[in-house]
């Protein structure tokens, strides 16, 4: 007679082994990070971004300029990054 916690255990590990491990980084993952990379004003000219919805796309412009697209609403932003280290204040 097999227990119903022997049954459940192995029910557990059959399925802990076909799935991905939870420390694995999938696409949005990473989208998430370079569009923290773009905003903080680290990406690169031509670097490109797409919120998860895919409504939203951050473009990094010549310059360093970022452009944030809103397709659903037909929106566009643009705006320049701060550069660690550069406080106008103090000059």
Do not use: C, W
């Not at 192995?10 to 998430?32: K, M, N, R, W, Y």
């Not at 923290?36 to 004003?41: L, T």
């Not at 609403?73 to 406080?87: E, H, M, V």
């Amino acid at each position: 007679m097999i227990r119903p916690v022997t049954a459940l255990l192995s029910l557990v590990f059959t399925i802990g082994l076909h799935s991905p491990p939870a420390f694995a980084e999938d696409d949005s993952t990473s989208q998430l990070a370079t569009i923290n990379k773009i905003i903080r004003g680290e990406g690169k000219p031509g670097e490109t971004a797409t919120a998860k919805n895919g409504e939203v796309v951050y473009t990094v412009l010549e310059g360093g300029v970022v452009e944030i697209r809103n397709l659903r609403y037909n929106t566009l932003q643009r705006f320049n990054t701060i550069k660690q280290g550069d406080n106008n204040r103090s000059k």
